[in-house]
């Protein structure tokens, strides 16, 4: 598939509104120290998260963070070790990763939760004989 000159100057001019419009990275770090990954924006604001929180970077070393690159743009960050990507637009909408690993992870979280319901509906489960076996299909 080819893109035409038409569609590749709409999306270059997409791009600098993008970029026209909000903030973009001037500098990223990974700060050992604190354990976060730090971005500066061109706002002069401050962004930083834990890696776990996002795709790609959960269980990276310490030094696969330590190199980041910031897109030509600004709106994107890429650690070359991890060959992983974060965009910055949706990192500020609290977006640390795809729509399916961000649900994943809601569910991960979910399943941990423990409460006296979830504790009251185990022991009733258990008294009826526990989970119900699941049948092969063929």
Same mark, same amino acid.
Request: glycine share 16%; no cysteine; hydrophobic share 35%.
């Given at each position: 598939m080819t893109i035409?000159? !038409?569609e590749f100057e709409r999306a270059n001019r997409r791009g600098q509104d993008k970029r026209a419009r909000g903030p973009v990275a001037t500098e990223a770090h990974f700060d050992a120290q604190r354990g976060r990954v730090v971005i500066v924006?061109? %706002?002069?604001? #401050?962004?930083s998260f834990e890696p776990h929180l &996002?795709?790609?970077?959960?269980q990276a070393a310490p030094q696969a963070l330590s190199e980041i690159e910031i897109s030509p743009s600004g709106l994107g960050l890429h650690f070359p070790q991890l060959d992983a990507d974060l965009y910055?637009? &949706?990192?500020?909408?609290?977006m640390l990763g795809s729509?399916?690993?961000? %649900? &994943? #992870?809601?569910?991960?979280?979910?399943?941990?939760? !423990? %409460? #006296? &319901?979830?504790a009251a509906a185990a022991r009733t489960n258990g008294r009826l004989g526990g989970r119900p076996r699941k049948t092969p299909t063929a």
């Open positions: 035409s000159d !038409t924006l061109s %706002s002069g604001l #401050e962004v &996002a795709q790609g970077l959960g910055l637009p &949706a990192l500020l909408e609290g729509r399916r690993w961000m %649900s &994943a #992870e809601a569910g991960r979280a979910g399943g941990r939760q !423990t %409460s #006296e &319901a979830k």
